[in-house]
């Protein structure tokens, strides 16, 4: 019956993304397209961080990679946008992988050091390679052109939510694996992991490329939603809010990067009245205030009310369903 249950939950999840294509407008689209991208970032360094226990402050990096393979190859080999994406997150895979090996050897500040340092020295390679990158300048990428009568808009924003969609069932489904098993094993405690034969350093360095993977294709996804792409657009900034994002969803938790992106996507539409910075001092005050005394994010907190609200009503419950069904006491 949960099975079912699941099942009829998802069904009809993605019934009301695909309705919500032909009844929202265009901007609505676009920022829900925003979400759906985000999420799969968040997803990718939920797994690292939140199941794993790595650090990174840099993945802010790999997104410009994802987003840059996808202007590069829609403008200069004229390629087709769909096409670039599976590109996109198997070479942000390739580089995690490679960056992950050293990475192994590195725990807590150490790590998200090393890769602040990446998030730091990306944006001005590319600015470097005016040829291939369009330098300071950023590249203009024509948005894919539509299918029948669906809008530029109506069309980015379901591929972006369908694969939003697609990934976080891949990712459920993985932690609740024994892959998953093993990487709250590792994060918990890693000489236990060890012990019960778990290769560790390969759980890191694959969940590091994974991480990686997932977050390039939401930075090519981006290429496809906006149709620009810049270094300014991926500072250092941007990895800070994708670690906002996963604090306040909720580390090591399901549900935690779709609230993240949601918080990621529509706060700057109101902090930005406020000032240019608002949303990054906003987004560090998140952090700390999280960490310090919501550490399980806002889907934990909700958890928690949950089973407290539960336990409250299941008593009763228990008492009625006695009352009601109790027998009369004999009479001698």
Known sequence: MSALTSTLTRTAVLAVMIVCTFTVNDYDLSLLAQVGLTAIALMGLNLLVGYCGQLSLGHGA????????????????????????????????????????????????????????????LPQLLKHFEGLTGGQLGVNVPRPAPPGALTTDQWTYLVAVVLAFAVFLGVRNLVTSRIGLAMVTVRDNEAAAGAMGVPVARVRVVVFALSAGLTGLAGALATLVTGYVSPDNFNMLLSVNLVAGIVLGGLGRVWGPIVGAVFLTYLPLYTTDISQTAPGIVNGLVIIVFLLLLPEGVTGLATRLGRRLRARIAPRSTVRTESGTGSEPVRT
Not at 66 to 79: C, F, K, P, S
């Open 62 to 121: 790999f997104y410009a990679i994802g987003a840059y393979t996808t202007a590069i190859l829609v403008t200069r080999t004229g390629m087709p946008h769909l096409l670039t994406l599976p590109i996109a997150l198997v070479l942000s895979f390739a580089v995690g992988a490679v960056l992950g090996i050293p990475a192994v050897r590195l725990r807590g500040f150490s790590l998200a050091l090393v890769t602040l340092a990446l998030a730091i020295a």
